[in-house]
């Protein structure tokens, strides 16, 4: 059990569910477009959306982005202390500071204050890309040297009675992050924020991330996470609850089962799985969706799901509840199958 972070309207931490969040990929001074890709993030369940803020424009631009924004908004500093105080002052509900580049206590402590004053969360943001090349030569690019650079900046924090933290520890190497994690958990109570830094595109990072994060969210690691992509952040936020729901830790939305297709199909079945997802993608109720190529599991499956397709020879029998309602041609197995969803998830509201 760790302590809390209130960021915003968010508690992260303290046994509360694990945050997902996710960062824009916009140019923050464009307010038009990074205000788009929050709502379409927020669409896809972002519960924390991060900006970088790397100049005054930026800073200020986040005056505008603040009060339009649909959830908690984060201020990412790098090397000038003076943009966390302009965030500070544009009303964003977190700062993440990486201890790597702001090197000054005296600083480091000027920020606390101000955002101690407005109630606003820190994160202590550890990346082993960016260690202070003290801590580097002395204990290399390890787990210690992580947790002491955390550590010696939670120190600096708690000197002016500032403990509304999360910290996390990164690096692209999963084993390196796993070890690092593990041991702060050891010796700090703060609530952690989990990610595989620079973990690649779409496959390697979503394969990286998801090794990592699950075993550590498996161990009871973890209060809030980002995936990090290579790719839109949509696809950051799709996988960070792909992750939590395939540990039973949270849920949002359908969970699809379908199988791999082999000889035996004699149906699209990823044409009809991605029409399908894309017609139901706004759906927030949890239900299980099979969608599976022949009678040899299909039948089995979409039985099992709340709705589910088995196919056959350009067609498919539709499922619901385990009850067979009827044999669809493929084209009209999309329209059949959203429709019955959407009634199980308006039955369900
Ligand atoms: S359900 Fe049928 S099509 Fe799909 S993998 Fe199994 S045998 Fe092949």
């Known amino acids: 059990m760790t302590r809390l972070a209130q960021v915003g309207s968010l508690v992260i931490g303290g046994g509360a569910p694990v945050v997902v969040q996710t960062m824009t990929t916009t140019d923050t001074r464009d307010v038009a477009a990074t205000l788009a890709q929050i709502d379409r ?19 200020r631009a986040l005056r505008e982005l603040v009060p339009q924004a649909p959830v908690p908004l984060v201020a990412d500093i790098q090397f000038d202390w003076r943009l966390a105080i302009l ?65 010696k900046e ?10 509304n933290l999360v910290v996390s520890l990164k690096a692209s190497e999963v084993r390196l992050t796993v070890a690092a994690v593990r041991l702060l958990a050891q010796r700090s109570d703060y609530p952690q924020h989990l990610g595989i830094t620079e973990a690649g595109d779409l496959e390697s990072g979503v394969v990286k991330s998801s090794v990592g994060l699950g075993i550590l969210l498996h161990e009871g690691l973890g209060d809030t996470l980002r995936v990090s992509l290579t ?16 540990l039973g830790l949270r ?9 791999p297709t082999c000889g035996r199909c004699q149906i699209d079945l990823p044409a009809l799985l991605k029409d399908v997802k894309n017609r139901l993608r706004d759906l927030r109720a949890p239900l299980k969706i099979a969608v599976m190529g022949c009678v040899v599991n299909g039948p ?10 088995a196919g056959g020879r350009g067609r498919g029998a539709l499922f619901v509840r385990g009850e067979l309602v009827g044999h669809y041609s493929y084209e009209a197995l999309p329209a059949a199958l959203e429709e019955r969803a959407r009634h199980l998830a308006e039955a369900a509201e």
């Open 41 to 59: 993030v927020v669409e896809r369940g972002a519960e924390l959306v991060r900006l970088a803020v790397p100049d005054e424009a930026a800073a």
């Open 87 to 151: 965030s500070l002052e544009a009303g964003v509900a977190g700062l993440r500071l990486n201890p790597g580049n702001i090197r000054e206590p005296d600083k480091v402590r000027q920020v606390a204050e101000a955002a101690g004053s407005r109630g606003v969360a820190i994160r202590v943001g550890v990346n082993a890309g960016s260690l202070d090349p003290a801590i580097l030569t002395q204990y290399g690019r390890t787990a210690e040297a992580l947790t002491r650079s955390a550590l």
């Open 251 to 259: 849920s949002r939305g359908p969970e699809y089962i379908s199988c």
């Open 231 to 246: 790719g839109p952040p949509e696809a950051e936020v799709d996988c960070a609850w792909e992750i939590l729901r395939s």
């Open 300 to 309: 089995g499956e979409a039985r099992e799901a709340d709705v589910g397709v």
């Open 154 to 163: 939670i120190a600096w924090l708690e000197s002016v009675g500032f403990t």
